[in-house]
């Protein structure tokens, strides 16, 4: 799994930095982010969905999900998060990345709505969580599994979805339907300003922390 993009290696692009971490898991910057605070959730060991995960982990993942989301929520408003879930290597709904990662980011209109235009017509949403994908994954289904808002969650399965699809969707609803893709588009000053801001608001926290540690005592 060397050639992995997503797999923990040095390298001295920034972000692949990590901004936030737990044991098994890391929060990085979003290359290709249509717009700022756009962020990953990725496990460090190489698996193909979020639904592939082992059920022990999901509870420090969704421990970390939270974190970063409360995060970004005081600097940008209202949060979304999805996956592209491949059933196997190599598929269109992977976007050409076949490791686990969990798009968090700062929208406001239904993205629900907004991706029905680039889904299969006999498509369907159904509730669930992340856990939830574990019966995609073990069936070795395609899915795509979206929170909006977060903690609220909703999957589909189907064989035929297509590369980026929620990118899609939320380039469109941008009014830059062109710039979808995040190997073309990296959209660098996105990913920098979401660096800058990110890095603010964990040292405004380190204070806040001292505080009410000295309160405590």
Not at 22 to 30: D, K
Not at 45 to 59: D, R, T, V, Y
Not at 62 to 67: A, H, I, M, P, V
Request: proline residues 6%.
């Amino acid at each position: 799994m060397h050639t992995c993009q997503l797999c923990p290696h040095q390298s001295a692009k920034p972000w692949n930095a990590p901004l936030l971490e737990s044991a098994n898991f890391r929060v990085i910057v979003s290359l290709g982010a249509l717009v700022e605070g756009w962020v990953l959730l990725v496990p460090n060991e190489h698996f193909l969905s979020m639904g592939a995960l082992p059920a022990s982990q999901f509870e420090e993942m969704r421990r970390l999900k939270e974190s970063v989301c409360d995060r970004l929520e005081r600097i940008y408003g209202p949060i979304s998060a999805f996956e592209h879930g491949p059933g196997t290597e190599r598929r269109n709904v992977g976007c050409g990345v076949d490791h686990a990662h969990l798009h968090i980011v700062p929208i406001t209109f239904d993205l629900a709505a907004a991706a029905a235009p680039y889904l299969p017509e006999d498509s369907r949403w159904e509730v669930a969580d992340l856990m939830g994908c574990r019966s995609a994954a073990r069936a070795g289904d395609d899915y795509i599994y979206l929170e909006q808002p977060i903690n609220s969650g909703r999957m589909l399965r189907h064989k035929d979805l297509g590369s980026q699809t929620m990118r899609r969707a939320i380039a469109a609803q941008m009014g830059i339907p062109d710039d979808f893709n995040w190997r073309t588009n990296p959209q660098i000053e996105n990913v920098s300003c979401t660096i800058r801001a990110l890095e603010s608001e964990m040292r405004k926290a380190i204070p806040a922390q001292h505080n009410a540690s000295e309160h405590a005592a």
